[in-house]
C-alpha cells in the first residue's frame, strides 16, 4: 500500500511539474528542488524535536505502568476497547497506552498525544504475529488518531483571535460536530471492514456516557467568552497533565519502585525509537513536499471549482478548500492555508470561518501513518490508508454542511 501510494505522489508531481512547464512557468523546477531539500530538513527537525519528549513520556509511562495507575486507565476503558480490538488479549498492556493517548488527543494534550501514541503503537506491535503488516487493532487505533475528537481547539481560536475575530470561539460548536462525525465514520468504516459489531450494549452504553459527557461539555462552554475558554480548557490541560506526572511518581515512589531506573529505562526506548522514525519521515514529507510545489494540489482545486460550478452549486466553500486539501498531507501547510484564506477573504468571512472549522476538525493522516507505522517497522498498512482517508472526507463534507447550517 506504502509502496503504491508513494509511486503516485511521484508520478502525479511529475504530470503537474510537465503541465505548468508547457504552460511556461519554468520557476516550478526552483520551487520543486527547494520542496525536496526542504523536506529532508524537516523529517530531521521534526524527528530530533520528538527525542526529548518521546523520551520523557516513554519513561514516565514505565513508570505509571510499574506503579499500577496506567492500569487503572485501563480498566476503565477495556470492556469497550475489548469490543473494538478483540484480538488484544484482556489486562494487556496496550489497553493502558490507548487509553493514555485517546484522552490526550481529547483534551487536545498535542505534546503528551503523539509519545503516548507511538506507545500504544508499540504495545500492539508486540501481539502483532507478521511485523511488517498492520494488524486490525493497529489499524483502528490509527484511524481513531487521524480523526479524533478535540474538544477544545484553543490554537485555532488563538489564530482567530490574532486575525481580529469579533468571536473567535464561536467556531467551537461546528467543529465539534464535524470531528464528532469524522470519527464516527472512521470507526464505522473500519468495523465494516473488520466485521465488529457496535450494536451491543456494551459499545452502546460507552456511546451514550460519551455524548452525555460532550453535551454537557458544550453546555458548559457554550456561553463562555473566547477567553474565558481559552482559560479553562489551559488550565484542564496542563492540571490533568501534571496530575498524571505526579501520580505516576508519587505512587510509584509509595509502592517501593525504582522510579530512576525505570525512567531512565523507558527513556532510552524513547530514544531509540525517534531515531527510527527519521528515514520514514523523510520519505513521506519528500513526496509531500514535491506534490505540493509542483502545483498539484492547485490543480486539483480548480478541477472541483469547474465541477461544482457546472452544476449551479454554491461554490462559496471553495475558497477555503485549500485548507481542506493540504490538511491530510502536511498540518503546517494547512495552517498556512487557513491564514492566507482569512487574511484574503476576512477572519469572520464564510471562506475563513470555514478554512478554521476544516483546521480543526480533520487530521494529518499521511503524517500520522509515516509517524506511527514507521515507529514499528510496518511497511503493509492494509485498509488503514482508506479508511483513514474516509473519515477525513467525511469530516470536510460535515465542516462545509456545519458551516453553511451556521452561518448561511
Known amino acids: 500500500m506504502l509502496n503504491r501510494v508513494w509511486f503516485t505522489f511521484f508520478i502525479v508531481a511529475a504530470l503537474a511539474i510537465t503541465a505548468q512547464l508547457f504552460s511556461g512557468n519554468t520557476q516550478v523546477l526552483h520551487e520543486s528542488v527547494a520542496g525536496i531539500f526542504a523536506s529532508a530538513k524537516l523529517a530531521a527537525e521534526i524527528s530530533l524535536g520528538l527525542i526529548g519528549v518521546l523520551a520523557l513520556w516513554m519513561g514516565l509511562m514505565q513508570v505509571g505502568e510499574k506503579a499500577g495507575v496506567v492500569g487503572v486507565f485501563a480498566k476503565a476503558f477495556e470492556p469497550l476497547l475489548a469490543k473494538l480490538m478483540p484480538e488484544v488479549p484482556r489486562g494487556h498492556r496496550a489497553y493502558g497506552s490507548v487509553t493514555m493517548n485517546l484522552t490526550a488527543n481529547i483534551l487536545g494534550l498535542d505534546n503528551a498525544a503523539t509519545p503516548l501514541g507511538l506507545k500504544a503503537m508499540n504495545d500492539l ?79 452502546l452504553g460507552y456511546g451514550m456516557v460519551i455524548v452525555s459527557l460532550l453535551c454537557a461539555l458544550v453546555w458548559s462552554l457554550v456561553g463562555l467568552t473566547s477567553e474565558a475558554i481559552g482559560a479553562v480548557s489551559t488550565a484542564l490541560g496542563n492540571g490533568i497533565l501534571l496530575l498524571l506526572i505526579l501520580s505516576f511518581v508519587l505512587v510509584a515512589g509509595v509502592r517501593r519502585v525504582a522510579v530512576y531506573d525505570e525512567f531512565i529505562s523507558g527513556a532510552k526506548q524513547g530514544f531509540e525509537q525517534s531515531i527510527k522514525l527519521i528515514p520514514y519521515l523523510l520519505a513521506m514529507l519528500l513526496a509531500i513536499g514535491l506534490l505540493r510545489s509542483s502545483g498539484a494540489l492547485d490543480y486539483l482545486l480548480s478541477l472541483v471549482a469547474a465541477i461544482v460550478s457546472a452544476f449551479g452549486a454554491d461554490t462559496r466553500f471553495i ?73 477525513d472526507f467525511a469530516g470536510i463534507v460535515a465542516a462545509i454542511s456545519v458551516c453553511y447550517w451556521f452561518y448561511g
Not at 502483532?128 to 487493532?137: E, F, G, L
Not at 460536530?177 to 464516527?184: G, R, V
Not at 485548507?323 to 498556512?336: N, Q
Open 125 to 203: 506491535q508486540s501481539l502483532n504475529p507478521n511485523k511488517s503488516v498492520a494488524t486490525n487493532a493497529q489499524i483502528l487505533f490509527l484511524v481513531l488518531n487521524t480523526s479524533s475528537v478535540t474538544l477544545v481547539p484553543v490554537t485555532v481560536f488563538l489564530y482567530r483571535a490574532q486575525q481580529g475575530a469579533t468571536a473567535p470561539a464561536d467556531i467551537f460548536l461546528p467543529i465539534l460536530l464535524a470531528t464528532t462525525c469524522s470519527t464516527l465514520v472512521g470507526l464505522i468504516i473500519v468495523a465494516l471492514v473488520q466485521r465488529i459489531s457496535l450494536l451491543n450494549t456494551v459499545v
Open 319 to 391: 475558497d477555503a478548500m485549500p485548507t481542506a486539501l493540504m490538511k491530510p498531507f502536511s498540518g503546517s501547510g494547512a495552517r498556512a492555508m487557513m491564514l492566507e484564506t482569512m487574511q484574503h477573504h476576512g477572519v469572520d468571512s464564510f471562506a475563513g470561518r470555514l478554512s478554521a472549522v476544516l483546521q480543526g476538525s480533520t487530521e494529518t493522516t499521511f503524517y500520522v501513518l509515516a509517524v506511527y507505522f514507521g515507529s514499528v517497522g510496518i511497511k503493509h498498512g492494509r485498509h488503514a490508508l482508506g479508511c483513514g482517508l474516509a473519515a
